[in-house]
């Protein structure tokens, strides 16, 4: 198993350039998310998926798209790429567990920079 | 939408000290996990606490979950250097789907 995988690990991108982070899990895992993590901030919520077809905005939504055609992979684009969005970028995914959330399992991170 | 403070953001103790982060909400909350991040690393999971007044222990890690549903702590007994790292509670909602991350304690053990 190896879990969640994401790619790239580093990115430096121009200003106004697009590109798409990839995530993929095989785990059979339903739920899949991503997260951005900037210093003070903690994790944030982009974008979420309970499953294949299925996606909605997590609290800072504005810039990148989702789509979610497989169970196991769930690619981020970011449509214009801007400095605002320099940041290390999370994707994780879990099993539904009833009415909750079961526990996260994180990729290893894409580290972001936009000049 | 949903917010998590937590508390403190940073916290600095000589090797053997205890440690506490807390984590509180003003809406009530279905469940609550903890991850810990290490230095350069990414989020793992700690614990799940789901029942009011709930606590759980890892040795000598304590997870207590508030009676309203509404606060958690973590709390580490003699901390040591492997210790270091960022700790995160997330919190559920009314709906499955969302988990909202705390900002996070930062903790440096001095040894």
């Known amino acids: 198993n190896a879990g969640v995988t994401q790619t790239p690990k580093f990115q430096v991108l121009k200003t106004g350039q697009s590109m798409t982070l990839q995530c993929a899990q095989d785990?059979?895992?339903?739920?899949m998310s991503w997260y951005r993590q900037d210093p003070g901030m903690g994790l944030r919520l982009i974008h979420y998926?309970?499953?294949?077809?299925?996606?909605d905005q997590g609290e800072v939504p504005n810039g990148y798209n989702v789509s979610r055609s497989t169970t196991e992979d769930f690619p981020l684009r970011l449509l214009s790429a801007a400095p605002s969005q320099t940041s290390v970028y999370f994707c994780?995914?879990?099993?539904?567990?009833?009415?909750?959330?079961?526990?996260?399992?994180f990729g290893n991170g894409t580290r972001l920079t936009v000049t | 939408g949903q917010q998590v403070m937590q508390i403190p953001q940073y916290q600095h103790v000589q090797e053997g000290e205890d440690f506490t982060t807390y984590c509180n909400s003003s809406?009530?909350?279905?469940?609550i996990q903890w991850y810990k991040q290490r230095p350069g690393g990414h989020p793992v999971f700690l614990i799940q606490?789901?029942?009011?007044?709930e606590v759980k222990k890892q040795k000598r890690l304590t997870f207590q979950f508030g009676e309203a549903k509404k606060n958690s702590s973590l709390h580490i007994t003699a901390t040591q250097t492997t210790d270091v790292g960022t700790y995160f509670c997330?919190?559920?909602?009314?709906?499955?789907?969302?988990?909202?991350f705390g900002q996070g304690t930062i903790l440096t053990v001095h040894p």
């Open positions: 785990m059979n895992h339903e739920y």
């Open positions: 606490l789901v029942k009011s007044g």
């Open positions: 997330a919190a559920g909602g009314t709906s499955y789907g969302k988990l909202t």
């Open positions: 998926s309970v499953g294949a077809g299925i996606t």
């Open positions: 994780a995914s879990s099993f539904r567990q009833g009415a909750y959330n079961s526990p996260l399992h």
């Open positions: 809406t009530t909350l279905s469940n």
